[in-house]
């Protein structure tokens, strides 16, 4: 995906590594394998209670588009091995359909699938992502752009934003910035947990110091590919920009913004349209919520069919998180570094006066 | 956008014409241009009270592409003529920022905007979504593949899915299949204008017979390709697929559909996924929702800012609809329709059976 | 084709028009009809005794994307009318394939095909390829890039540098900037049509005032895209960069180019690479030829097959040149400037100082 | 590149490894690594006189994309380690700019560069391409589809078609299938070696069994793309097809090629179009030929400058080809059959015929 910043991931997650090659990052970089570590450890199984005790390092390499610290504006190939997978626990479901999953669609599209953990279709594939992520997100602070994700509720526990604090994003195992929140999250998990069911939630991320004129004003829109992005991460089933599903009860007095002035630049002075207007970013903050659909591999009996066409009963062992919204919060984050710098990328060529700072100075 | 079916519109909303060029429909396909103007008539302005007394005739011209009454396999030209503008009505709105427009974001970006009639960020910039939409649509029709899009709810009045009435969409001026709900949404709709105000509201899109398969499992998802293909369209602000919104309260069990058995096929009991899992078709109905914001040009007074940085009290005159979502409905049919088909001509080489089937036959 | 100046063209040679549409051209290059027709005009036929006698006017129209004599930044959406196509000149080849032209494969790939006048494989699919060139060329201007393409042989009969000057190639029937050569060519062509037989010919174009920096490494190199803009044109059958088909009987002592400084700044002693190494454009004059074959319309009789699988011998009638190559001209200079406007936007983002430039000042 | 079938290449002659990502690839393909190992041997340098003495083992390792021995249409990562490099002898050309060599146009375009071993640059990078050609020629051939590819020419050393031998291709140290010529070419390069010089040469690829009607009309045109995939090989200077370059002093009535019955099937009397026409397979032999430049690699003293700007007189060392043709044979033959595969892939939803044999049966 993407114009100028062209990412490709590779890799199952039962394979001998997953991984994705950038393309297209601008040369000159500092960069460094830590930069991206931190990224992926934020997608990393934890310890707690409410995560998959699976051990997986997903320590990265940088196999190529660095030299001397800095990116060489050559494609960044980036690994990281599978260590913890044992295909032994998938033998079982490699016969029937997991309700929730892709095994089906997977079948009926390609004949056959790669059964193993879910293949292709694994979370894990958004190791990729998070590591191409890393690098937008760090090519984007260069220009005082700025993210930040974070779990907005689960299930029908909701953060109140008088208590944000957003270091308690990287501190609560639920990656809530409101603590009090997460201690009601996490109860509900552990009955979730105790039912051997699951539970769903929203993510939001918000964008700040984006400069007005980033996005394309019809089919490449700033919020569209957002929204392609976000709607690509597995389990989301929702994308929201600034007031999202509110609008539709909104009138237009309600929700237009005002323009206004200060300190001699043009702002806003609300934000319903979460700083993208007509597709193109406005210079106010960009908002965007995405809502995660609860695991699918849940420990109790589900009805099912198997390749032969019979119907079973199954129930679903192994390891398996009994949300994964916190472990997404990355993920969303990263996809929308990726798009904004892809944004940011395309739109140094969108007019002569670019141009001419650039070749005729 | 696309990737076989590629469209690229062209077009302002006072310029001599709007137009679209399809290139990549398979040849073969019998079209005239009484099947793409269908199409466009439900995204005219009515004579109704809730939509804008402008008469465009809007009338379809086919440049290219066909012979003999069938597609050639070669770029489709289509053309509308601008018939019915007075850029002297938007002379006014040259020196300042309308807000909820994108006014301010087109200048940030390009340097200086056509501002007549919103120039390219016109809705009129619709007509070649929905010309290449009725194409799709179409080609879709002979696969056995159905799209169906309405009004879900205006403002706060929602239709009853027990009133269902399929003809109603075309009939009500609402778009709205439950004709008692659409009454409703036109009393909400007359007391919005009584106040200077306007209104937003949901459309939904429901697509049957697409065969399980379509679509790619990572960054193409079909889903993905859904939220960015309806989030193109100027005024949504929030797409869901399934149960959208709603999952992120569900628990697993609840939210998993079961496989079953039917008629020798395999289907499934509930369909909370809206039609695709692991963003791949599962052959059953496909369900999304675009969240339409109020329209943004109301005629109470309004606070803004000019292009001399002064601050400004505003309020637009001309020819508005109190609500864009009726003549979006078909517009969010287009869009669905063009990605859909897209994923099926993308389908056709992902496996050598299909390929085998093609080549060695 | 383009990943930031894109163009899609559309049309038949007995359509209603032909066009193209231009995406992704930067906002603010003045730009009028003039600009356009002026390069149209060149590859129009004239009235010469080696060129058809038809008259087309072919005149552009420019229907989006320009305000107050300005580009957008939106789509260019340009068109040509249809006027002098006569389809009833064109029945009798309806039925079988002509040699050396596109009939035989557009059957075999699409089912059918548009016969009249060669439909979408028609020569005229050139005038979108002009129209958006004229645009690429009239932006390259601006940064000091000019292009310069001309015949540089027809049959036998060759140019002497020498002899090159420059005002010829647009006063001689043959496109040759050698005036004597020019004559001896004409000679030549009217043999060939005494005979009802046609010649090709090789088309030069160079390329002054490219900064060095363009292009990408790899797949994108400047002078991959250089030889598949060129190698697109209907009748080219070899693109050769600088020294060509020379270089596989230099040493590397022969061939290299050494560099030296002149006034402070580096440049190539020699030119043997025609100014582009390792993909990238190295700041000295970028040089290709395109070979063309001669036009497969001849008056003699030839031997072919019809559809229904019989054997046949046909005599062309109509209107043809007996060579394309001086009307082909302008298209390869168009293509030409298509792909080197297009490597200067993609190149706009290729480093972190740029955008430095861009977003930081 | 490519649209269906989809390669990113990435790394570096001395950074940890090499790869490509080959995505699009159909599911159902038998693959092992020795299917690529046989490709990649054909590039590796040898023990002849004619060739580097490096060792390089070049295995390749296949890291997903793969289950049960068929490719499963997610992506393939293959990889090659780089062991056999020492950064220490390049470290001298790190301060100047080698002519005929990327060094200093890498350095204009981003600033800095990898100097290591030509960095991205180097011919290493072909390893990729050889990869995912391999695949493709394994897919191609369950078509009926063939390559062949060798040298037609090093130096003035020309082979002689009467004494083609196929075998001789993978058996001589000039990968010419003329044995004879072979033993001429390598006294040529000898003498090449001894005055501390280079030679170039001509490779030519044939491709048997493709089905007529691949390729699109107009920008995609096959012999385009096979233009483009084969000037993006390092040093190819042109590409010709057909009779190429001949073709200018041809007329119509010797050029074109009589079409006629055989066996019940339209097939061509004579081939000088190579195969192509209109930019679509015809269903005869397709023919190519990429002209290759010295090695810019010299012993000899060459006169360049410095990164400080001063003029300077450097002599190469470490190890270098005499001739690059014979290891480029592999790399023409893979990126024709990345070419040709897509072709294929994306012809697959050409028209409706094809589709209703995928969708409705």
Redesign the interface.
């Known amino acids: 995906?993407g114009?100028?910043y062209?990412l490709?991931?590779?890799?199952?997650s039962h394979?001998?590594?997953?991984?994705v090659?950038v393309?297209?990052c601008?040369?000159?970089?500092h960069l460094k394998e830590e930069d991206i570590q931190t990224y992926l450890d934020r997608r990393k199984p934890g310890q707690t209670k409410i995560a998959t005790p699976r051990k997986e390092a997903d320590n990265v390499?940088i196999?190529?588009?660095i030299?001397?610290g800095?990116t060489?504006?050559?494609?960044?190939?980036m690994?990281v091995q599978n260590t913890s997978q044992h295909s032994a626990d998938y033998s079982e479901i490699a016969g029937y359909?997991r309700?929730?999953?892709?095994d089906?669609?997977?079948d009926?599209?390609?004949?056959?699938?790669?059964y193993r953990g879910g293949?292709?279709?694994s979370g894990r594939?958004t190791i990729g992502r998070v590591a191409a992520g890393a690098i937008a997100a760090k090519?984007l602070a260069?220009?005082g752009i700025h993210l930040c994700a974070y779990t907005k509720?689960i299930?029908?526990v909701s953060i109140s934003m008088d208590k944000f604090e957003q270091t308690a994003i990287l501190e609560t195992p639920t990656a809530m910035p409101d603590r009090d929140a997460s201690s009601l999250a996490e109860k509900y998990l552990a009955d979730?947990m105790k039912?051997y069911?699951?539970?769903?939630?929203?993510i939001e991320c918000v964008i700040d110091g984006v400069?007005?004129?980033?996005?394309d004003?019809?089919?490449?829109?700033l919020?569209?590919?957002?929204?392609?992005?976000?709607?690509?991460i597995?389990a989301v089933?929702?994308?929201?920009?600034?007031?999202?599903?509110e609008?539709?009860?909104?009138?237009?007095?309600t929700?237009?913004?005002?323009?206004?002035?200060e300190d001699?630049r043009?702002i806003k002075?609300s934000n319903h349209?979460?700083g993208?207007?007509?597709?193109?970013?406005?210079?106010s903050r960009i908002i965007l919520r995405a809502?995660?659909?609860?695991?699918?591999?849940?420990f109790?009996p589900?009805?099912?069919?198997n390749q032969n066409?019979?119907?079973i009963e199954i129930a679903i062992k192994g390891r398996h998180d009994p949300v994964i919204v916190p472990r997404a919060v990355v993920v969303v984050e990263s996809m929308a570094a990726i798009t904004i710098l892809d944004a940011?990328?395309?739109?140094?060529?969108?007019?002569?006066?670019?141009?001419?700072?650039?070749?005729?100075l």
């Open positions: 995906m114009i100028i062209q490709t991931t590779w890799g199952e394979g001998t590594a997953l991984g090659v393309d297209g601008p040369a000159g970089l390499q196999l190529s588009g030299f001397e800095k060489t504006g050559t494609p960044i190939s690994l359909y309700p929730g999953h892709a089906y669609t997977f009926r599209k390609y004949g056959f699938r790669d293949g292709r279709s594939e090519a260069e220009f509720s299930g029908p979730c039912a069911d699951s539970a769903g939630g929203v400069p007005a004129g980033l996005g004003p019809v089919f490449e829109k919020d569209a590919n957002l929204a392609k992005a976000v709607m690509s597995g089933k929702a994308v929201e920009i600034g007031d999202g599903i609008v539709s009860r909104h009138h237009g007095s929700n237009n913004d005002p323009f206004r002035m001699g043009i002075s349209a979460g993208i207007l007509g597709g193109i970013s406005d210079g809502h995660i659909k609860p695991t699918p591999s849940i109790s589900q009805e099912t069919v066409g019979e119907e940011l990328l395309v739109n140094a060529s969108c007019k002569m006066d670019n141009l001419k700072k650039l070749y005729l």
